[in-house]
């Protein structure tokens, strides 16, 4: 029976209820904590992190269990905790403050602020004890506490000069004139070059992430024939993390980042953002160079989420955690004695393939990979004996999965299935991306009509960020070009309208927080791409496709404005904004938009033929019988195409010039 409980029990978020029963008095962040700080007159102990975090884990076992900071805690602060994955308008604001006091940032975040939300000190993870030249946490507080009663004015003061740092930065005004390089996108090819890792591929040294966007932008920059080396590039960098231990190859997947140069040692947490990225990524290598081994990872990485990160009615989980039995990677380690039981005879070979060894590598066990070896598609053999060790390892403890449903990263993920469903002409991926859109409309929307960021338990919860928003932007004209269903485009031009009037900055760019936000320090406005592209980075991109496809000339002004804004970071640090740079290629450069009249074999022919290559530069319309008249509300330009001797009929403008309807589409392959 627990001892304790306090106010986070009442919440769904996975991290907030872990720490429901800790001695520490949390509460959620609401009111009534900032309430409680002014009538107590105490500073705020903030605690921000994610359920999968495993420092987190190990400073909840070390200090948030225990009595002793729990008593400081309790008595001198007034402790708030925050699901950095539920608020990312709060985890944004405080990562700013971190980053700027202490140089870096990261989870679990500690800050301390006053009952106005001003911060006055920043880190990240704190030991129980001093110890190794790092400050503990009873140290600190006691310290901070004593400070508060006896040189409050300081701490208050600090706090707000910290506060006018930030808001100063996040309140810059941009520069809309600034001319763009000529050679932008070159010179952004260029420098991932220089940070290119020749031997293992990614960018950078150890630790490694996937930064999956960066390889989507030089994808696209290849199709263009810009840059040298960029297909180069990506593809060194797919296949070495496929091959080494950041890939699951046993039960599939992608882990959060590699904690070495070469890919071997993952952080063994797994998220859904890195593997929906992760599937476009390899979807798109293989529509242009038709790999076979890219086919296999999308299909495989998605029989994981499938497998493991879906809901009963299709929405998709957030994470898995990287720790059972309190040991990071257990779950996915094995020893080589273990390999030989599991498969017997055959396990000698598969040993050697995978380069499992009596020594192990990795703190005396095993993570499996292909380092050093040919890349290729495992035969049946292989996959028999993946399926073998999947159903032992299934046996072991299982992994914590954050269950709950992040309509950003959902969207995401419905991106993926629609990618991938374009790339192998597969209806089963498709289906599962309208399911999971259709889980989103059907209980992600609030009362108000406004999207919500989580759902859990039947509870939705916040009121939607710009990032909810421009990712279901972008996944539901994926869904249009895919399906060619007026109603996903319908519902684009709704998330437009809801961008311009919740999250509009009034200069060109786009708060990360809804107008009606007024719980927070300030409004944030994120445009750096980190782990996933931010929402304006994502906007900027979808802008530019729905003005594409649909001509609307506001819609055309709002990309142009956004782009303009972009211009100065692009050219002081193109890479920084990789996925904007997608939206900036897309506007620059020759594009081509497609207009198709004909009937249901027609629409067969075009998935066989054009959905299934790599075209960034193409946008699709469709009309049958059925939906022909009713789409011309939304795209006005399309009203006098008519089907030319009365069978179907393909329109093909080029670069803002429009070439002699024709009635083969090969004529149309042939002119992209």
């Not at 002014?38 to 269990?65: N, Q, R």
């Not at 004593?146 to 930030?166: A, C, F, G, H, M």
């Not at 499938?306 to 040991?327: H, R």
Request: with cysteine.
């Amino acid at each position: 029976m627990d001892i304790y409980t306090n106010k986070l029990i009442d919440e769904t978020s996975p991290y907030l209820l872990q720490h429901a029963h800790n001695p520490v008095n949390w509460f959620p962040w609401d009111e009534d904590a900032f309430e409680l700080a002014k009538t107590e007159d105490k500073p705020i102990f903030l605690s921000i992190g994610y359920s999968t975090c495993h420092w987190c884990h190990v400073m909840a076992e070390e200090s948030f269990e225990d009595e002793d900071v729990a008593k400081l805690l309790n008595e001198h602060f007034v402790s708030i905790k925050v699901d950095r994955e539920e608020r990312p308008d709060i985890d944004s604001i405080y990562m700013e403050v971190t980053q700027a006091l202490t140089g870096s940032g990261g989870w679990p975040m500690t800050v301390i602020i006053t009952p106005d939300k001003k911060p006055f000190y920043a880190g990240t993870y704190f030991p129980k004890e001093s110890k190794y030249g790092r400050v503990g946490i009873i140290e600190l507080l006691s310290t901070i506490a004593d400070k508060w009663e006896s040189n409050r004015d300081e701490l208050i003061d600090s706090s707000n000069k910290i506060t006018d740092v930030v808001r100063k930065y996040n309140n810059v005004n941009y520069n809309t004139d600034t001319v763009l390089k000529d050679d932008i996108v070159d010179n952004a090819v260029r420098d991932l070059k220089r940070s290119f890792d020749i031997e293992y591929g990614g960018f950078g040294s150890a630790p490694k992430f996937p930064t999956p966007h960066k390889i989507l932008f030089l994808l696209h920059a290849y199709k263009l024939g810009i840059g040298d080396s960029a297909l180069e590039m990506a593809e060194k960098t797919l296949l070495s993390m496929y091959s080494g231990g950041l890939y699951d190859h046993i039960g599939y997947g992608f882990s959060r980042y590699s904690t070495d140069a070469k890919w071997l040692v993952p952080h063994f947490e797994k998220m859904l953002y890195d593997n929906a990225l992760l599937i476009i990524a390899y979807s798109e290598a293989y529509q242009i160079t038709k790999k076979p081994i890219y086919k296999y990872i999308v299909d495989s990485t998605i029989d994981y989420i499938k497998n493991e990160m879906t809901n009963e009615n299709g929405g998709f989980y957030s994470a898995q955690d990287a720790d059972s039995e309190g040991v990071e990677g257990k779950y996915y380690t094995w020893s080589y004695d273990e390999v030989i039981d599991i498969l017997g005879d055959s396990g000698l070979e598969f040993s050697e393939k995978y380069n499992i060894t009596q020594k192990g590598n990795f703190e005396g066990s095993n993570i499996l990979n292909l380092i050093g070896k040919d890349i290729e598609v495992p035969d049946t053999k292989l996959q028999s004996q993946f399926k073998k060790l999947y159903e032992y390892r299934k046996n072991r403890m299982k992994l914590h999965t954050d269950d709950k449903i992040l309509l950003s990263w959902n969207a995401m993920m419905i991106t993926a299935l629609v990618k991938s469903a374009k790339a192998f002409n597969n209806d089963d991926y498709l289906e599962s991306a309208i399911n999971a859109y259709d889980f989103i409309k059907t209980n992600m929307i609030n009362e108000n009509g406004i999207l919500g960021i989580s759902y859990r338990e039947g509870k939705l919860s916040g009121d939607g960020l710009l990032d909810d928003y421009s990712y279901l932007l972008w996944a539901s004209i994926e869904l249009y070009e895919s399906t060619f269903d007026k109603n996903y485009l319908e519902d684009s031009m709704e998330l437009y309208n809801a961008i311009q009037e919740m999250f509009y900055d009034g200069k060109g760019a786009y708060y990360l927080s809804p107008s009606n936000a007024s719980d927070l320090l300030y409004r944030p406005r994120e445009f750096y791409d980190g782990a996933t592209p931010s929402g304006n980075s994502v906007l900027a991109y979808a802008l530019v496709k729905l003005h594409k496809i649909t001509g609307n000339i506001e819609i055309k002004n709002s990309a142009d404005k956004l782009l303009s804004i972009y211009s100065s970071m692009f050219n002081s640090n193109a890479t920084a904004h990789a996925f904007a740079l997608k939206g900036l290629l897309l506007d620059m450069y020759k594009s081509s938009e497609l207009v198709a009249k004909g009937n249901d074999a027609t629409l067969s022919e075009i998935k066989e033929k054009i959905l299934v290559e790599y075209n960034p530069q193409l946008s699709i319309i469709y009309m049958n019988s059925e939906s022909g008249d009713k789409i011309d509300d939304l795209i006005v330009f399309v009203k006098e195409y008519k089907n030319v001797y009365d069978t179907q009929t393909f329109y093909l403008c080029q670069n803002y010039t429009c070439l002699n309807p024709v009635n083969n589409l090969e004529d149309i392959v042939n002119n992209l």
